[in-house]
């Protein structure tokens, strides 16, 4: 059974980091494109970050740029999303999401594997 299980989530401070994890189980994502989404009370699921295969290139929304980093660890078969800067609007419930599209890696339908999400709540 192929399972995505997201950790790190908690509430921090405005200004402050938190590191997200999503490990991989019942397959390997190595050669998978893999993301990270984000949905607020309210509001729809929305995309944050992915890494994609071939080619290892990284992608983010605007509103995350320049904050955020996501990255892969093979060997351990897990994605990180390290946040950096956070502001009370990305609070959230985050998302892993694994096996998706290369060219559509932005739209939450171009995944096949999603995992249970993680909060992430952002004090001003």
């Given amino acids: 059974q ?13 200004g402050g980091s938190l590191r997200l994890s999503c490990a991989a189980s019942g397959r390997t994502f190595s050669s998978s ?20 295969w071939p080619g290892g290139g990284t992608y ?4 995350v740029k320049g904050r955020f980093t996501i990255s892969r660890d093979n060997a351990k078969n897990t994605v990180y999303l ?6 009370p609007e990305d609070t959230a419930v985050y998302y892993c999401a694994g096996q998706g599209s290369f060219s559509t890696y932005y739209l939450p339908g171009a995944y096949s594997y999603w995992g249970q999400g993680t909060q992430v709540t952002v004090s001003s």
């Fill in 2 to 14: 192929v399972q995505l299980v997201e950790s790190g989530g908690g509430l921090v401070q405005a």
């Fill in 82 to 87: 390290q946040m950096s800067s956070l502001k």
């Fill in 33 to 52: 494109t893999m993301g990270w989404f984000r949905q607020a009370p309210g509001k729809e699921r929305e995309f944050v970050a992915a890494i994609l």
């Fill in 60 to 63: 983010y929304a605007d509103s």
